[in-house]
């Protein structure tokens, strides 16, 4: 096709499968209404083809919205009903039809085939007459195009012969095969085996195999414990279904045990693996033998891929989403004592056809020439055919196909239809689809008159662009003359009329025509000349300092007859005042003149700011530029130039001042011991602004930084530079000594020494340890030990010739590679005290009651050893020592109550004393025997007569058991509810006054007291009264649960509820 052609039919190729439409909004939609805008200049072919598709009232052949998928239908559901979905969109709305197995579906002729809209759905679908592959057919007056084909298929599971099995018996060792032998079934289906009863399944193992290819259960060795009855079961993968197959017997022969043998593989995969790329490949392998063989896996010529598992005590070899690297050769190879055996397969992995370039719908001029070209990957590589309108398509004549191309000499109308490129391979096919009109129309044009606006002495450009099919003539006029070419007035080859340095005097009406075989038409352009327009922008260059604010005044001067707009820029690009508004306004002042705000400045906005005020006619862009003044940008690149132990002399290039000298850099660092960057001092000091190099001092040996430098101006302090490579200061003598060296403590002749550990910033190299020095107090010379641990905190020295708490003089000194550094004041440690010497004293024990001792001791003698706490030991008497329990005190109490004991035991007790030293001897063992539990029955049948405030109690005597104490009085509490405060009374006589305060609800508990404890609570009594005199008495029992109502011609101040609640501890 010809590029420079006038026609709109150029260009015309889009994508079928994506048809979208819409106008392309200009830059300055403030002209696009204009009544004498030059962007309305003639009827434009792009016009005419955005409207494409988008308009509702095109006709167009038929394009899928939805193909037919593949179908899995199960035969026993409940809905009886297959349907296969086709729905295609055109303009007529398109037909359907459908074909299985490349045979029509008649619909009139067999009731169980229906269409709704374009879906064909079958009634009562059968495997005989409905399996295949479907294809939906989609046309419409523009062509026919056939969807992909999808296959139907009928998912069923069948039912076991009843047929009864045959046992099999072998001998102990020897392997077994056992056959399933499924039923019918569609599609896949998964064994399993059931051992001797449902559900108990075979577990699969190294010597147990179920193959998913063949079914069987696999036995390598077999053993007693696999006698039984083995059932095969299926289940299908899409109905789930389940059968069971009649049990197989397993039994073993009398005759012997089977002796060792090699392995025989007996279940693998095929010599020769087709698999889809992206599936997941399984791989059997699985061999008889005994013993029982190891299976192992390897590809030849290659590795087995990372993501491969092995499952199934190896047996499987699972190679998820499988790509073309994963094909090849692979081995399993079954092996034991006696000998291996191997199996090799090849696996090949292959690949659905998927486009690489597919076919578009073109608009074509009738004589011109039609090249296509549809291109697909896949492995095996595709093939091609070609179909119009869902019939084959082959050279002949004027139509020329050669693989994935399609070429068609001088197009006539009868080409125009549908047209499908199919790439295929064994694996599948896909389509691509397109639409081929050859347009037939007299000249039309869209826009007549137009009207164009130009500028007094620049160029213009009358367009001519018909819709026209095949291409028309195009020749202008003015008046009644035809326009001849010159100098100024060109016709350019796509037909536009061209006129060079515009006057006046060109102002008038052109009259284009065009003329095809099918008609003409003319267009009329109105062209007038304006003056060209100018405009200044003021301030045309100003300096400003951050935060602060500026407004540009924009002003065109231009004729009056047209409107003006203006458009703002920022560094050529337009300003959104929407997204940039906290910054920049727009500010209308006159209808031809605007402003521009510009608030809180920042550095980002300096630049050039540009002003274009445009009119149908004209374009003019003004600029200005926008300094500003803020603190420097950061320094550039940061170079330690030399090192020393203590310096780091850096340089740096000058990074931008933005319009204000800089006046110091600020020279910081950072090293793993600092929190953040921190100003390290400089020489010289201050390092001035026309300064690119300074020296950082004062800095720590050893210890590795990075630096940066900071520039300030007037304005204030600007970003940091990158921070530079890090660099290590070299070593020098440690100068920083061990802080707070103390000591004491430890055992009997030691002396310990601590300090605190010196950080590894102030180590200043490699090789750091601690010099530890002491003496004897009055001695006169040191002795002195290395401690080779940077990290260390303790020395501790062991002497027997000295006594405890023998005074020392100690320092801590420093040291690395290169050389010795300070020590630390000089400090007095005494030696350890060691651990108690002695034992307690004077230790008593006593019983408090059936739970509890108390046991008391005195301390040992003053002196070295002071015990820190004692330890109490306990043990029954039927106990050992070793398995009682301990007991410590909190702090340095010589008394302790031991809890939680047996009643009526005997108990042996001991006490130590303990420091951080250690623990002393112990006392000698002393006994106590705790009471006789208190009694178990809680007191009973509780009485009570109540009068006035003054409750009379009474209750049944407990009497204790053999085992128990012996009863020594009771014990009554009252409490008020809603009040914290209890009332306690205790008696030797069961029977008690109570005295009741005041009206409320109260309740009594009595208790048995003995020397073993507290006994049992008896049964709560809850009185609720009010305030007053008693007149009459009530006499109430507690085992008895009632009200007691006086007679009417009694007069009550009280009212009395008396209710047994159970008992509840106190």
Same mark, same amino acid.
């Given at each position: ?50 409207? $494409? ?118 001998? %102990? ?151 073309? %690297? ?270 521009? !705000? ?8 300096a630049g050039k700011y540009g002003c274009r005020a445009q009119t149908s006619a004209d374009s003019v862009f003004a600029e200005a530029e926008l300094l500003v003044r803020g603190p420097p940008g950061p320094p550039g690149v940061v170079i330690v130039e030399e090192i020393t132990d203590t310096t780091a002399t850096l340089s740096w290039t000058r990074g931008l001042d933005n319009h204000s000298p800089i006046s110091t850099y600020n020279l910081q660092a950072r090293s793993p011991f600092s929190l953040g960057w921190q100003t390290v001092k400089t020489d010289p ?7 690119e190099s300074a020296m950082a001092v004062e800095l720590n040996p050893w210890v590795e930084y990075e630096f940066r430098v900071v520039a300030s101006n007037a304005i204030g302090t600007g970003d940091p530079s990158a921070p530079s490579r890090g660099v290590r200061t070299k070593e020098a003598v440690p100068s920083v000594a061990p802080a707070n060296v103390s000591g004491g403590n430890g055992r009997r002749h030691e002396l310990v020494i601590s300090w605190e550990p010196v950080s590894e910033e102030f180590q200043n190299g490699e090789g750091f340890g601690y010099? *530890? ?12 030990? !290395? ?118 035991? !005997? ?92 009206? $409320? ?32 008495? *009530? ?32």
């Amino acid at each position: 096709m010809k590029p420079d052609s006038s026609s709109v039919l150029n260009s015309r190729s889009r994508p079928r499968q994506h048809h979208s439409g819409g106008l392309v909004t200009p830059d300055w939609p403030a002209f696009s209404s204009h009544p004498l805008s030059a962007l309305s200049l003639l009827g434009s072919q792009e016009d005419y083809r955005s409207e $494409g598709k988008a308009n509702e009232s095109e006709e167009f052949g038929p394009v899928f919205t939805q193909e037919p998928e593949d179908v899995i239908f199960p035969l026993d559901s409940d809905e009886k009903k297959v349907a296969m979905h086709c729905e295609a969109r055109g303009n007529p709305p398109p037909t359907y039809s459908w074909y299985i197995n490349r045979t029509e579906v008649d619909a009139d002729g067999d009731y169980r085939y229906s269409f709704i809209d374009g879906n064909l759905i079958i009634t009562n679908g059968s495997e005989t007459h409905d399996y295949g592959k479907y294809q939906c057919k989609a046309e419409n007056s523009f062509g026919t195009v056939l969807s992909r084909e999808a296959l139907l298929q009928f998912a069923y599971l069948g039912a076991f012969s009843t047929k009864t099995r045959g046992g099999v018996s072998v001998r %102990e060792g020897q392997g077994v095969v056992l056959m399933c032998t499924p039923p019918a079934h569609s599609p896949e289906i998964i064994y399993s085996w059931v051992f001797n009863e449902f559900p108990s399944f075979v577990a699969e193992d190294s010597r147990r195999f179920i193959s998913q290819d063949t079914g069987n259960l696999y036995i390598s060795k077999v053993q007693p414990h696999d006698v039984g009855s083995y059932i095969c079961l299926v289940k299908n993968t899409v109905t789930n279904a389940r059968v069971l197959s009649p049990p197989t017997p397993l039994t073993l022969k009398t005759d012997g045990v089977m002796g060792e043998y090699e392995p025989k593989i007996e279940v693998h995969f095929p010599t020769s693996v087709l698999a889809a790329k992206g599936v997941t490949v399984r791989l059997e392998c699985f061999a008889l033998g005994n013993p029982v063989p190891t299976i192992t896996w390897r590809k030849i010529n290659g590795n087995i891929p990372k993501k491969a598992r092995l499952r199934k005590s190896q047996a499987v070899l699972e190679i998820p989403n499988i790509q073309l %690297e994963d094909s090849g050769t692979y081995e399993c190879k079954a092996e034991n004592p006696r000998g291996g055996t191997a199996f090799k397969g090849h696996l090949q992995v292959y690949t659905l056809p998927q486009w690489v370039r597919m076919i578009n719908d073109t608009q074509m001029d009738s004589g011109e020439k039609l090249q296509w070209e549809c291109k697909a990957m896949g492995r095996p590589r595709p093939t091609y055919r070609w179909l119009r309108n869902g019939l084959p398509l082959t050279s002949q004549g004027r139509v020329e196909t050669l693989n994935g191309e399609l070429t068609i000499h001088k197009v006539q109308q009868a080409d125009s239809g549908m047209y499908q490129c199919v790439a295929e391979n064994k694996y599948g096919a896909i389509y691509s689809n397109a639409e081929l009109k050859i347009l037939a129309s007299a000249p039309v044009f869209v826009h007549n008159p137009v009207r164009v606006i130009a500028t007094l002495g620049k160029d213009v450009s009358l367009e001519c662009k018909p819709r026209a099919s095949p291409k028309p003539r195009i020749t202008w006029r003015r008046g009644d003359r035809r326009i001849q070419q010159n100098k100024r007035i060109m016709l350019l080859r796509n037909n536009t009329l061209r006129i060079v340095n515009s006057s006046r005097a060109d102002e008038g009406n052109y009259v284009c025509r065009a003329e095809n075989q099918l008609g003409s038409a003319e267009m009329t352009a109105i062209l007038w000349v304006k003056e060209a327009m100018r405009v200044e922008l003021s301030p045309s260059r100003v300096e400003v300092t951050v935060g602060e604010s500026v407004v540009l005044s924009c002003k065109a001067t231009h004729d009056t007859s047209l409107d003006v707009a203006f458009q703002w820029f920022f560094n050529q690009k337009p300003i959104n005042f929407q997204q940039d508004g906290g910054h920049f306004e727009y500010i209308q002042t006159q209808s031809s003149t605007v402003d521009l !705000m510009i608030r809180s400045i920042l550095l980002k906005h300096a630049g050039k700011y540009g002003c274009r005020a445009q009119t149908s006619a004209d374009s003019v862009f003004a600029e200005a530029e926008l300094l500003v003044r803020g603190p420097p940008g950061p320094p550039g690149v940061v170079i330690v130039e030399e090192i020393t132990d203590t310096t780091a002399t850096l340089s740096w290039t000058r990074g931008l001042d933005n319009h204000s000298p800089i006046s110091t850099y600020n020279l910081q660092a950072r090293s793993p011991f600092s929190l953040g960057w921190q100003t390290v001092k400089t020489d010289p000091d201050p390092v001035t602004g026309d300064m690119e190099s300074a020296m950082a001092v004062e800095l720590n040996p050893w210890v590795e930084y990075e630096f940066r430098v900071v520039a300030s101006n007037a304005i204030g302090t600007g970003d940091p530079s990158a921070p530079s490579r890090g660099v290590r200061t070299k070593e020098a003598v440690p100068s920083v000594a061990p802080a707070n060296v103390s000591g004491g403590n430890g055992r009997r002749h030691e002396l310990v020494i601590s300090w605190e550990p010196v950080s590894e910033e102030f180590q200043n190299g490699e090789g750091f340890g601690y010099i *530890v020095a002491f003496r004897a107090n009055g001695s006169r010379g040191w002795k002195e030990k !290395m401690v080779t641990s940077a990290d260390s905190t303790t020395y501790k020295y062991r002497d027997e010739t000295f006594p405890p708490l023998t005074p020392f003089e100690v320092k801590v000194g420093v040291y690395n590679n290169k050389g010795d550094g300070p020590f630390s004041k000089v400090v007095v440690i005494h030696s350890a005290e060691g651990e108690p010497r002695e034992a307690p004293s004077d230790v008593k024990a006593y019983s408090i009651s059936s739970t509890e001792i108390r046991i008391t001791w005195k301390p040992p003698n003053p002196g070295p050893g002071k015990p820190r706490g004692y330890e109490v030991s306990l043990w029954k008497d039927s106990e050992q020592e070793e398995s009682g329990k301990k007991q410590r005190t909190l702090k340095n109490e010589t008394s302790m109550v031991l809890t939680g004991l047996e009643g009526n035991s !005997m108990y042996h007790i001991t006490v130590k004393g303990f420091n951080s030293i250690g623990q002393g001897p112990a006392t000698a063992a002393v006994t106590a025997r705790t009471r006789k539990a208190p009694p178990a029955q809680p007191p009973s049948s509780l009485m009570w007569i109540q009068e006035g405030n003054n409750v009379t109690l009474s209750w049944d005597p407990v009497k204790a058991k053999d085992n128990e104490s012996d009863v020594i009085g009771y014990m009554v509490l009252l409490k008020q509810e809603g009040r914290g405060h209890n009332q306690v009374t205790r008696t030797i006589n069961p029977s008690t006054i109570l005295s009741l305060p005041e009206g $409320g609800t109260y309740t009594i508990e009595v208790r048995a007291l003995s020397e073993g404890g507290e006994g049992a609570v008896s049964s709560q009594v809850r009185l609720v009264t009010s305030s007053g005199k008693l007149e009459a008495s *009530v006499r109430a029992k507690s085992s008895q649960c009632s009200v007691h109502c006086l007679p009417q011609s009694l007069t009550w101040t009280a009212l009395l509820l008396v209710l047994l609640v159970p008992s509840a501890s106190w």
